[in-house]
């Protein structure tokens, strides 16, 4: 063979490794997440993983208190007897979820999820604890084709981010909750002049309480006094007290962060103006909250409750009360019981349901399982509409002066649910 023939078979043996190199780039690149959201094909493991942003840390971490404790106890259960039965691989695999704190940020919330998603490859989002968890979590799943089941978000401000095809959610709306709180309004009407000052954080959840809250008033004959959107992290209330105090507002109405509101409510009694009742949703759930205000101040404040001791239902997957939750909450952890533990609780009876149902780990037939549920769960019973989510009950509760702990939160309205028995009589006007 000639010098020119070797070179032209040298060519030709470069650019065969070439053009085989550039394909196998090519093959790896698609493995991972492409643009139309695909993610890679699932590791082999022995195990389902599920993945649970939370917000362990930061302005809404009263939410977050109780995971993993809630999470983990309830997959013991789940695992005694092996796990879930996948029928592809024909055996049982044990189901373990990582919890990673988004820090109450909904951008690391995102970013914790699509970690979760591209990194650690899991089977199932779970997700809860209002719009700054939940909608940019459902965004990512929604991104990367992942199944997601969420709890603990009003669902007019988790629609905003729909149509979903990947995420479904359980919780109240606000029309429910505008409702319960007029209907605590109206039990003491008579005695006020109906003019109501709004509170209402610059954010999803204060936008739709608002709105939900204008539109239930208008037909009862009730004003209402807003002064504009609070930006979060507002120091100062001076303007919005003036505007009330002028406008003789004498119910108080709001839905914002903890840590605003009490910034708000200790200025309302340092400059003299206390209306004769509050009702105020997000701000003051848990009684770490509550006890953060400081002195009397909590007396009197009332807040939607949408779980409780008292809520007749039951756990489908340890037959245990809500009662009986509290309880071992309180014997592990010495504290009072929270909302979010049965919401939690719910979650895993609802993963864990699907999981059994579906006996694969193929992201569609999970999707499809979710679909179908129908299961009666520690928050009462889930069945998911054709906009992806299902209704939980709301009632109306009083924080008061407590027997057993500082303060008590009392079910003092549930006209709406009288299945979830009163504690309590509504205490009118608070506390002066």
């Known amino acids: ?16 490794c070439l053009l085989l190199l550039w394909g196998c780039g090519t093959q790896n690149k698609g493995s991972g997440a492409s643009n139309s959201g695909q993610t890679s094909a699932r590791p082999e493991r022995d195990y389902i993983l599920i993945g649970r942003p939370n917000p362990t840390t930061g302005p809404i971490a009263g939410f977050g208190e109780g995971s993993p404790w809630v999470e983990e106890r309830l997959l013991e259960e789940v695992n005694k007897d092996g796990g879930i039965y996948i029928q592809e691989l024909g055996k049982k695999l044990p189901v373990k979820i990582k919890v990673v704190d988004t820090e109450s940020d909904p951008t690391k919330a995102a970013e914790v999820a699509t970690k979760l998603i591209l990194e650690d490859k899991v089977d199932l989002m779970l997700v809860m604890h209002t ?13 990367y084709q992942v199944p997601c089941i969420a709890l603990d978000a009003p669902v007019e401000a988790w629609l905003t981010g729909g149509p979903y095809q990947w995420s479904y959610l359980a919780f109240w709306t606000t029309d429910a909750v505008a409702d319960v709180f007029v209907g605590m309004w109206d039990e003491i009407a008579g005695d006020t ?10 954010d999803a959840d204060g936008k739709t309480f608002s709105e939900s809250v204008a539109k239930k008033i208008s037909a009862k004959g009730y004003k209402m006094v807003d002064p504009g959107k609070i930006p979060a992290n507002t120091k100062d209330f001076t303007a919005s007290i003036n505007k009330f105090r002028q406008e003789n507002v004498e119910i108080l109405a709001g839905n914002m962060v903890a840590p605003d509101f009490a910034t708000a409510w200790r200025q309302f009694h340092q400059q003299g103006f206390i209306p004769k009742m509050a009702t105020i949703g997000r701000a003051i759930l ?7 205000l400081g002195g009397d101040l909590p007396m009197g404040l009332t807040t939607e409750v949408w779980w409780s001791p008292y809520h007749p239902f039951k756990s489908s ?12 909450w309180t014997q592990a952890t010495g504290k009072q019981w929270t909302a979010p533990l049965g919401f939690k609780h719910a979650g895993i009876e609802i993963a864990v349901d699907v999981l059994k149902r579906a006996q694969s780990l193929d992201k569609n037939k999970i999707r499809e399982a979710i679909a179908q549920t129908k299961l009666d769960t520690m928050v009462g019973p889930i069945k998911y509409n054709e906009k ?24 003092v309205y549930n006209k709406e649910h009288p299945e979830i028995p009163k504690t309590g009589e509504l205490l009118f006007p608070i506390n002066k």
Request: hydrophobic residues 50%.
């Open 317 to 328: 997957i340890t037959g245990e009360t809500a009662q009986e939750l509290c309880d071992a």
């Open 388 to 411: 992806h989510y299902a209704e939980t009950p709301v009632v109306g509760g009083q924080w008061v002066k407590g027997e057993k702990w500082p303060w008590e939160l009392k079910i």
């Open 193 to 202: 002049n109906k003019i109501i000052g709004g509170l209402w954080a610059n």
């Open 286 to 292: 848990f009684p770490t909250d509550v006890a953060a």
């Open 131 to 143: 719009p700054a968890t939940v909608n940019p979590v459902s965004a990512i799943a929604e991104r």
């Open 1 to 16: 063979m000639g010098i020119k023939a070797k070179m032209v078979v040298l060519l030709g043996l470069v650019l065969s």
